[in-house]
């Protein structure tokens, strides 16, 4: 293949490598934060991201021949998904894990993947009373355009890419700069806010903080809270990038997310996004290795194409977790007895 | 802190059990007499409306659950040991299999809730007595299945045609460098282990350690690979597969292979903490099932094998005939004795396993790793072995559900599988034997006979929706079981008597100062010392609350 054509190929994947990043950064946020308050992996994390992508597939649907502005159309849903997704997570935490507070680590994570399973099924039924299993997101019209349709609308940004001949999409670009908004608000509420400062302290240590007239529960609440809004927020964005969607397929960004999180060093906000979009590129790199499988002499394993790529996260998680396991940004913590 | 009362213990004395000796024996008959009744259809049609009743598929499933509850009530019941005896032995090798001459499915039913008891038996060393979260268990199920299928199927001629028509320069010579090469590298890795023992490894030594497993690598791929080309010539002859009297040779081979991969996957990942561990196996439960789908070539991709052998044996047919069963349920009802013997096989491992030292040591890193270590279990040979036993069981089984079922396909051992074998330890109960057979009934039960009896009772009710027939909800089900157990009775339906003693630690502790308060650490967080911060917010120091 010749350069020419190469280079624009590779920027399009990297970048669309990016993008996808910018999903998974934010689902992982949920995952982390999460951790940090209670060395618990949601399991079920996933689940309340996807119920956030099917409220935002509802409200879609609802004002789909209404003549409102397609933009006041995409904040509404990411609100309604936010607050869904949002009191959902609390729900799940109040009712599964708070009971569960002190028991052997095994227990609580059982139950995590229970509350997974069940909530699965449970968006299946409720879409399902419909007679709708697939969901296919029709956007506001627009929404699927080229960036940069003619020239003379044509952002300096949008020009440029252009020239080299990559092309982006409209909700590509909505989606990192939702994504962007949703990281500068939730570093706000984290680092400089009452809120932000009693959840590291819970997280730090929640006995102390007690101790200190913080209320524990509630900050988990609110950290739970926080964490499904976020999960709202990605499942909306998910739900744009791929339009289909069902009630299981929360399952693989799940999974990949996690290891974003675990790659950036589980419990540490900026290494959720820089794992994010490291899997991301890293995933989207493996989905086009077919090109390069002749390179590497793996003919004998079959078709190296878009299965593979869901393998990937996992051996980058085993190969991590050998030589790094705090991660990348993490902090390690040493067991003490 | 005011003491109300001096709080006692509660004393769990032993109850005195009533003996059921008769009760046994009258549910044993009428049980027997239902359930054979049930599954004769020229009986059924001179009942009338009983036999509607009967017929029905709920009804049927209740049956069968019922029949299969004899087992459990003597293993649980005080009785007279004859008793125990005539309805254990009666029930599993006389009623069944009679049942089984007029309704092939039963057969069917019993083998594979006897191949689901001998996963949850291996998980449940892995999870139960172990403490290790494994989530893609059933990778070792897949490996155990293909092992047998692969060779024991057409596919196997597909794999010499292919080596002889792509045979490049590989011939008798690359036998003889990759038999070479093998034995070198081996040998180098056998010396740089006794060296380690002696002095210090560097990172010289080590770096070689690794050259060496490289080069046993490549070897052995190349003798696999000549082998292979050389062997290219009996294709034809092996159109319809190996021989099948190498089944008995495949029954040990799967039981390696399982281990081997238990091994292989457990040595990167056993270093890492309970919940990272559940993430890593899940992926390379996936890792597993993908490589499935594309190794094409090996395992057919997507479509999967069929059709695959059983074992042949002419004596057993004999017998079987002369007992009046027909041909086509021939192998159906060696397979039904085969997986007895094994899962006999297995449970008396297991009882004597966790007996012995080694089960004593799993026990001791479930507890409290860091304690374990300090009084010298070595963690990593010991998690290994758990691993690898938990394996092994998986991939005798799964080799007998490849011969069983005579078809399997990537699709058979996805994530849903491993998660329902875990929701069977749960519910049984986490390190109880007789509760993981327990659980693996009951879900096996409800999985192959009572959701798919109401949904087709459900079928024919015009006001619910086709798609969300109870048919469908198995994950709804085993998230209920898990999320419900957790919460409820985490020491699950037919407890192990320490395992309780243990998740029930506050109700019945007066004092923690006797025995060291390990759960602490399984809480997470630090703990520094006895009498400073416990981890708890409700613990106190001291002694009562």
Redesign the interface.
Known sequence: MELSVLLPFIVNVIIGGLVLGFVYAIIALGYTMVYGV????NFAHSEVFITGAVVGFEVFRILQNSAMNGYLKLLIALVAAMIVSGLLNVLIERL?YR?????????????A??????????L??LE??Q?R?DLTYTLPTGFADKFCSTTSSCAPLGNFLRTIGVDVQLKDVILVIVALVSLGVLNYVVNRTRLGKAIRAVSQ????A?LMGID?NLMISATFLIGGALGGVSGVLFGMKFGTINAYSG?DPG?IA??AA?LGGIGSIPGAVLGGLLLGVIQNLIGVTNIFGNLLGLA?????DA??S??G???V??LI??FK?TGLLGKSNV??? | MTVASPVKPAVRRPLVKPDRTVWLVLFFVVTSILLLVSHETDVMKNLGALGDVLRNKVVEALVVSLFLANVLFAYLWKAANWAKLLVGIGSLLFVLPLAGQADTSLLDLSIQIMIFAALALGLNIVVGLAGLLDLGYVAFFAVGAYTWSIFGSPRFSEVLKYYGANAGSTGSGTLVIGLVLTAVAAGSMLYIRGMHGRVAPTTLSNLSFLLAGFGLLSGIILVGRSILVLASGSAEALANGINPGFFWLFLALSVMTAALVGVLIGLPVLKLKGDYLAIITLGLGEVIRVLANNLGLYTAGSQGITPIASASVPWFNSLAGALGFRPEQYYLLFLYVLVLIVIAVILLVNVRLDNSRIGRAWIAIRDDEIAAQAMGVPLMQTKLIAFATGASFAGVMGMIFAAKQTFISPESFNLLQSITVLSMVVLGGMGSFSGVILGAAVVTLLNLRILPGLGEASANVSWIPQEVNPANFNRFIFGSILVAMMLLRPEGLLPNARRTRELHHEDDQEDESADGNASGLKAGGDVYSAGLATIKEDDKTGGSR
């Open positions: 209670l060395q618990l992996i599964a009971p569960l507070r002190g028991a052997p680590r095994l227990v609580p994570l059982i139950t993947i229970g509350v997974s399973l069940i909530l699965q099924d449970t299946r039924f399902g009373l007679g299993f240590d929640r006995v102390t007690g524990s399952f999974i996690f290891t675990v004998n394993l079959g078709t190296i299965s593979y869901k393998i996260p996992f051996i998680l085993v977790l050998i396991p067991e003490k007895v």
